[in-house]
């Protein structure tokens, strides 16, 4: 088995042109930094007899491949972005249709990332790997002062709607943070969602990315009249938490946006670069399985590969019955058998 990799270029990117005969260059100073993830997953090793632990080594290194893709297709069109409105609040005459063209052409490359990167390259810019990546979300009335407060109440969840399953969680007065997270979590858990608690203390909901439309449309809960309506299950507002880059807050109608977007582009573009680097170094990773494993298996290794294989044969019937036919078969020709045959 043999793959190849795309070595990535020496991390220059295409820079993007000049508006105009214009140039500049940005800097972060004074742009709020923006965390981001290390961008690098560890491999699965890939040791020459299996085959199991091939496949996932290349699933993984096609995963990075198509994050590097997408990141240097962000990092060029976030560079063409940046030198619009820098050069439009430096009284360069851009054409405004043309500004906003640009920015909404990230706006869709960023909504495309899922699907771009197979779902490996979360809203964090991690690299999780394939299908891996999830989206949080938050419940409109599904808080915790709202939960720990009032009498007791059974809510039933529909995640997919009506004509799916549906979940049933109790709540009683006096239930902490922790006990809630875990009576939510653990009823939704089978159906994809999972619950925790942010950083800041509020009830967060996750399910992988590429299913969080379908939950955003569907999502039902019947409560008991207490904290939600009892009768019908009713649809509820989902609210997606933001990724670490958010051009739909950017705007660029006027200076004064534009002022307040540009240091966002500027550390959404660094968190780009931070983010390429972590996953090259992933990609290097693999080039260098690929070199060691590409080394002749050692005398050790052949003579316990055999050793088990024919193991494996003496277990088989098939097996057994051939090694018991064959000793009266050798010594047959082909012109024999031919000859008995007509």
């Known amino acids: 088995m043999s793959l190849t990799l795309n070595r ?29 993830g290390t961008g690098s997953i560890p491999l699965s090793p890939r040791p020459p007899e299996s085959h199991t632990a091939d496949s996932q080594f290349n699933s993984d290194v096609t995963c990075a491949q198509q994050a ?39 706006t869709r490359q960023w909504a495309d990332r899922p699907a771009a990167t197979s779902a490996s390259l979360d809203g964090q810019l991690a690299l999780v790997g394939a299908g891996a990546a999830r989206q949080s979300f938050q419940v409109r009335g599904l808080d915790l002062p709202s939960l720990q407060s009032g009498g007791a109440e059974i809510l039933t969840f529909y995640p997919g709607g009506l004509s799916k399953t549906a979940v049933a969680v109790s709540l009683e007065p006096g239930l902490t943070a922790q006990a809630i997270t875990g009576r939510l979590d653990k009823a939704l858990a089978p159906e994809g969602i ?24 569907q999502l039902m809960i019947k409560g008991g009249g207490i904290r939600f309506p009892g009768g019908q299950p009713n649809r509820v507002r989902v609210e997606a938490v933001g990724g670490v880059i958010d051009p739909e807050s950017w705007q660029v109608d006027d200076p004064v946006s534009m002022r307040q977007t540009l240091p966002q582009i500027i550390a959404a573009l660094d968190c780009v670069q931070r983010a390429r680097s972590a996953v090259r170094q992933t990609i290097d990773q693999a080039g260098q399985q690929i070199e060691v494993s590409s080394v002749p298996a050692s005398k050790e290794w052949a003579e ?9 044969l003496r277990q088989s019937p098939a097996y057994r019955m051939f090694s018991a036919v064959a000793p009266a078969l050798s010594g047959i020709s082909r012109q024999r058998v031919t000859a008995l045959l007509s």
Request: proline share 4%.
């Open 304 to 312: 316990t590969f055999a050793r088990g294989f024919q193991s494996m």
């Open 8 to 36: 990535p270029d020496n991390g220059n990117l295409g820079a993007a042109q000049p508006l105009d005969g214009w140039s500049a260059t940005g800097t972060s100073r004074g742009a709020a930094a923006i965390p981001v």
């Open 68 to 106: 590097l893709g997408f990141l240097d297709a962000a990092a060029v069109n976030l560079q063409s972005l940046k030198v619009a409105v820098s050069a439009k609040l430096g009284g360069r005459n851009i054409d405004q249709g043309q500004l906003e063209a640009r920015l909404e052409q990230f």
């Open 194 to 217: 999972r619950v925790t608690l942010s950083a800041q203390g509020e009830l967060e909901l996750s399910v992988p990315e590429l299913a969080f439309a379908g939950i955003a449309d």
